[in-house]
């Protein structure tokens, strides 16, 4: 996600496909989620069944698997909300409203209940253990209802987002499943790869934009779009009645801009296909064969998927090419490259902001450079610094944490982006940048597909001081 802060803040239909292929790991060892979705605008509802196989690839017999419910932080008393009080009036357009997610049926289990600390998870147990190397399929019958909200999950003002719609098998790093409840701050989404295969039915005059490349078939006055994306970290659409396009390549992938309302699309285009192309030099192949950028209601900057950004209808011009890298640098950091986003934000937030002032340094006409790029950072991050340490007479600047420790959206700011902007300056810096490019060259390539640590990320670069020095900054050792 790219958040940007005013300054006022610092006060049915199958059909044969190409799939759209991520990165390594055999299709056996990865989960797969079959999804038969409609969409119901007048009842703001999304009905689905899925079909999910997981194969257990730990050491553990498991009698239980658990789901993430991110749709639940949507509902009416959902204790932690989806949207930060700052936020709440542009993201509830129309006044307070309300959705969620109900399960109504698994098959393939003994029983199933709703669990959590926020009734965040779906808890599935099953008929009989599931041991290593076996693999179990559920039949998940559910239905969304859509707060109007423009957000991730919601109906927005001018289209629908469709994203942490279903049941996301927890991530289960050491043969336990994490749990973790909505974040207001921050991208609280921890996801393995997995394999996609989805239709989506609505009415004929709707859109549907997504990663990879949906067929459409339209019949008796509805359309259904099938799209297969394997080896990625999550599925998402936008719905809408009002969209344009435009499509460029890059490299051989293929760059398509939707937008409602943009007099000047060129711009999103560019920066999208330049930065595809640049990242793609930079620090290795890029997954798939397309790339989309939708235009759509979103209260923050941005928001990255796999093969899917989508930018807020609300940018300025200026802020476009910000968002729109920054979003970008995302399929490297986040979608190809996962991390801990609840407990460790910096990690792919950091980098994929610190990627975007690399891509400004390396394409000056959209307005900046590298080391303009970096004093911000330093800035913002020294004017965080005093003021919050006047306040509190200490500051905290530890950068793993879990994102509900933050005090809102200006602390987990400057700590996840603009601290991250500044470790990955200090380490290009003291590592040379040979080292560094062949860093994260190295981090995308063996860490692709996976879910990385810190001391996975600081392995990659071949030098004594990068684990030490990334650790003085995420300790909050270090002063700057
Ligand atoms: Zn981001």
Redesign the pocket.
Known sequence: ??KILSCALLGALILPLAAVTGCKKASDERSKYEMQLEYFPEERRLAANMRVTVPNETENAFEELKFQLWANAYREGAKYAPVSELYAPAAYYDGKSYGGITVNNVDGCEKFSVTGEDENILSVTLGAPLYPDESVTLDVSFEVTLAKINHRLGEGKNAVNLAHYYPVLCYCPDGSFREYVYAASG?PFVSECADYDVTLTVPEDYTVISAGKPECVAQNGKKTYHVITENVRDSAFVLGKNFQNAKTTAGGVEVEYYYVSDSKPELALGVAADSLAYFDKSFGDYPLSTYTVVQTDFPYGGM?FAGLSMISLDLREAEIPTVVA??TA?QWWYALVGSNQFESSWQ??GL??FSTALFFGAHEKYGGTYAQFIEASERSYRAFFSVYSQINGSQNTAMNRPLTSFTGDYEYRNIAYDKGVILFSRLKSVVGDGKFFEGLKRYAARYGGKIATESDLASCFSSANAEGLIRSFTEGLCVI
Do not use: S
Request: no cysteine; net charge negative; charged share 65%.
């Open positions: 996600m790219r991208d990255e920054h979003e995302h792919d937030e994929a902001e």
